[in-house]
Nanobody
Framework: VQLQASGGGLVQAGGSLRLSCVAS????????MGWFRQVPMKQRELVAE???????VYGESVKGRFTISRDNAKNTVYLQMNSLKPEDTGVYYC????????WGQGTQVTVSS
């Protein structure tokens, strides 16, 4: 299984970014897909997850601002991030879960105040 994340960058507070993660090597439509965020000295935390059923779950700090979606035809999961805050800064990782967990390489998101 391979995951390729993209879309990170530098943005001012209040701005938007969209992250993408393309998966290969497994049956994407039967997998749950998640985005996690990691900052130095802290554990990796869940940002959002979308299950194979299409149902979603969000971390408390991003509810109402971020939207996770998936396109099974493209084997891709997206994270639309709006109203970004400096505390959203971190390395964002996508994770595919199907029997095991697989992680992408991470993409840096930096939100300036």
């Amino acid at each position: 299984v391979q995951l390729q994340a993209s879309g990170g960058g530098l943005v001012q507070a209040g701005g938007s970014l969209r992250l993408s993660c393309v998966a290969s090597g497994t049956i994407f439509s039967l997998s749950s897909m998640g985005w996690f965020r990691q900052v130095p000295m802290k554990q990796r935390e869940l940002v959002a997850e979308v299950y194979s059923s299409g149902s979603t779950v969000y971390g408390e700090s991003v509810k109402g601002r971020f939207t996770i979606s998936r396109d099974n035809a493209k084997n891709t999961v997206y994270l639309q991030m709006n109203s970004l805050k400096p505390e959203d800064t971190g390395v964002y990782y996508c994770r595919l879960r199907r029997f095991l967990d697989y992680w992408g390489q991470g993409t840096q998101v930096t939100v300036s105040s």
